[in-house]
């Protein structure tokens, strides 16, 4: 059967795309981890967020003539002020409502956003047009691309910054009391509803992060943040819900899954390796890849 | 024994009173028809209407509205033409009126807006849907409501293929652009300047997995075995996909003589992309999908070019109607006329069976489509590729796709031969 023979290029280059998927999504995953991590809230407008940071960072660089990685310093603070201004419009009013209307109230949310983003832009592929999408560079027989690396990059030092200020910050550390017990971190001092609203900025600056990197090399569309939305809750669940490095690694996992099964499998059996994989660790270790079974 | 006889006594009495309310309604439904059917059949013998009411379904609203709403521009354009030209002469110079439905892409929006429009708008022939997903439910509807439907753009081959006697449609089936892409990719070696280009003996199928995909898929694997030729690679993936590097790198690897896709848009600019960077030299031949668009041009730029793919209407190589047609659409509305030439034609083939029935009696307007023959040299209006336009016994417009190739920035006609105006160039990395 010549259909499965798998050169070893073809692996290779599996790899190296897989790896670098991963990467981004753990970036998006990461603000997923975070938010859920500390408020016990999952942002179902997670994916929209990125949309619409990729609309900011696509104009300013169409229409401003930015270099696509120079729009982070207007596309973080502002997805992190949407994020700060949706979270003390409405998620603040319902944060000890029952799980169930926080979805609800998320999940309207993005679609919301991305209706608005449909009338406005309707569904046109918008692509940059600057010589980063085609920069690439050969490693062996694999070809690697350019932009595909600094998103890489970009997701680690997202995710360190991330360990960085919730070890050594004191809103970071009370950002972990909070997500141990909201009530006694409250009883010792540490403003609560603060500590969520910047556990909600911070996980949506690291979309407007990832708005960036992508925008580099992938067109923006309405729907271009809802399938990375849902491979990072994936990627969320995988990592072990509250874990950063679980997110990031569960990240690489998925990332790898999806491309090493592009590489092997015929036909459209290759997209459910990955769900397989996800299953199989759901099954084995439903606690996700790091944590602990909790008590 | 008594006991076990009691369950069976009630669920006889559920069953008789199942039937009861079956028979009920299977009966008011029948009374309704009936009224249905007098009430048109005593207007229609009356006097004649003075508007006929085309009932438009596209998506206005959703992730392909602006396709959507260039869709009602073309549709528009075709009934003012007919309007300033004098109606419907056969019934008085009838005038056709535009009856406008949202199906915002779903299947069941667009299914309620085909129930309004015939329950509440009362308009005699629908035509639409861009998707075949929404194309095959309202074609069911239509089909029981009696009311002709004429698809004009969605290409799923079930939509024709299921034997429905009111639906009917101008565009091509998805088959027949998989069947094009095989008989393109055979001709190779006779459409490249120079004779440069082998005979095609292996070829690699990359396909989106969506239904679209699906379908061209296999009719790419029945043609590719009938011409003989060796299927090395047979790629398929999501086309919400961030990149398909890994998938364009699997084709390479196969190293085939030509390759076979099927794409949206946004998947269509990450293979050409890919391809680049990948170094491939060998030719990529897409179905009609996303590298058809415009904007697959603008975003890309020279990168597009090479790119060959299958098509309904090229103004180049279109007869003077056609031209004029996409001339105009592009004054009018500023739009491409090339995708939608096929639900432009279909409102002239509504006209020419109007026409003919004399009548927008639904049985008489149904026959006349069955029968409808658009003759170019009778002054007919034709603008897609032919000299003359009929329906196949399944309602199928009988018509082959063209292929054109990205040369300069622009799509050029390279076949079939009577349409090849450019031989096919070859961009090697």
């Given at each position: 059967m010549k259909l499965l023979q798998l050169s070893s290029h073809v692996l290779v280059q599996a790899l190296i795309d897989g790896l670098l998927y991963g990467g981004l999504l753990a970036l998006v995953a990461v603000g997923v981890t975070l938010i859920f991590g500390v408020m016990k809230i999952i942002n179902f407008a997670h994916g929209e967020f990125l949309m619409v940071g990729m609309y900011i960072a696509y104009f300013l660089v169409a229409g401003a003539g930015f270099n696509p990685y120079l729009t982070i310093v207007v596309t973080i603070p502002a997805v992190a002020l949407m994020g700060v201004l949706i979270f003390k419009g409405t998620l603040s009013r319902i944060l000890s409502d029952p799980p169930m209307n926080q979805i609800m109230l998320t999940l309207g949310i993005g679609m919301i956003l991305r209706n608005l983003a449909l009338l406005v832009f309707h569904g046109d592929v918008r692509t940059i047009r600057s010589e980063w999408p085609d920069a690439h560079f050969n490693l062996g027989d694999a070809v690697v691309g350019t932009p595909h690396v600094v998103a890489f990059a970009g997701a680690v030092c997202a995710a360190l910054g991330i360990a960085y200020v919730l070890r050594r910050t004191d809103i970071g550390r009370g950002a972990i009391a909070a997500a141990q017990d909201a009530t006694a971190a409250a009883l010792v001092g540490v403003s609560v509803r603060r500590v969520y609203m910047f556990a909600f900025a911070l996980g949506s600056a690291t979309l407007g992060l990832a708005a960036s990197l992508l925008v580099a090399y992938q067109g923006v569309t309405p729907t271009a943040g809802a399938y990375l939305g849902i491979m990072a809750f994936l990627v969320t669940v995988l990592g072990g819900i509250r874990s950063i490095l679980g997110c990031f690694l569960a990240g690489l996992v998925i990332g790898l899954a999806a491309d090493i099964g592009a590489a092997v499998?015929?036909?459209?059996l290759s997209q459910g390796f990955t769900l397989c994989i996800f299953i199989l660790v759901l099954i084995f270790r439903p606690q996700g890849l790091l944590s602990r079974r909790q008590a | 024994m008594h006991r076990s006889l009691e369950p069976k006594h009630a669920a006889l009495r559920i069953g008789v009173y199942a039937l009861l309310v079956v028979v009920a309604a299977a009966l008011l439904a029948a009374c309704g028809n009936d009224t249905n059917a007098n009430t048109d059949g005593t207007t229609n013998g009356t006097s004649s209407p003075k508007v006929i009411k085309i009932g438009s379904l596209w998506?206005?609203?959703?992730?392909?509205a602006k396709i959507g709403q260039e869709c009602v521009q073309v549709v528009e354009m075709a009934v003012d033409e007919i309007n300033a030209q004098g109606g419907i002469k056969s019934m008085g110079g009838a005038k056709l009126e535009i009856v406008s439905g949202d199906t915002g892409s779903a299947p069941d929006i667009g299914l309620g807006e085909a129930r309004r429009l015939v329950e509440q708008e009362k308009v005699d022939i629908i035509t639409g849907t861009y998707q075949s997903t929404v194309a095959i439910p309202v074609s069911q509807y239509c089909e029981r409501a009696r009311v002709p439907f004429l698809v004009g753009i969605a290409a799923a081959d079930v939509i024709t293929e299921s034997g429905l006697q009111w639906t009917f449609r101008t565009a091509q089936t998805t088959h027949n652009y998989g069947k094009g892409q095989v008989e393109l990719a055979v001709a190779l070696p006779t459409l490249v300047e120079g004779g440069a280009f082998p005979e095609v003996k292996t070829a690699a199928v990359l396909w989106e997995n969506s239904e679209f995909g699906q379908a061209v898929h296999a009719a790419n694997l029945t043609y590719l075995v009938q011409h003989h030729i060796e299927v090395v690679a047979d790629v398929s993936y999501d086309a919400m996909s961030p990149d398909l590097t890994t998938q364009v790198s699997r084709v390479k690897a196969a190293n085939p003589d030509v390759v076979l896709t099927s794409t949206w848009l946004n998947d269509a600019i990450l293979i050409r992309r890919a391809r680049a960077k990948l170094g491939m030299e060998q030719p990529f031949i897409d179905a009609?999908?996303?590298?058809?668009?415009?904007s697959f041009g603008e975003d890309l730029g020279p990168l597009a070019d090479g790119q060959l793919l299958m098509t309904d209407?090229?103004?180049?190589?279109?007869?003077e109607a056609g031209q004029q047609a996409y001339n105009d659409f592009k004054e009018q509305y500023?739009?491409?006329?090339s995708s939608y030439a096929t639900a432009y034609q279909g409102i002239y083939v509504i006209a020419k069976a109007l026409e003919n029935a004399g009548s927008t009696d639904p049985d008489k307007l149904q026959a006349a489509l069955v029968n409808v023959k658009l003759v170019a040299a009778d002054g007919d209006k034709i603008i897609l590729p032919m000299d003359t336009l009929q329906f196949d016994e399944k309602h199928q417009l009988k018509s082959e796709p063209l292929g054109v190739q990205w040369q300069n920035n622009v799509m050029v006609p390279v076949f079939p031969d009577a349409y090849a105006k450019y031989p096919v160039l070859l961009y090697n990395e």
């Open positions: 499998f015929p036909g459209t | 998506p206005l609203t959703g992730p392909v009609v999908g996303g590298t058809s668009v415009d209407f090229e103004p180049e190589t279109a007869n500023r739009g491409d006329f």
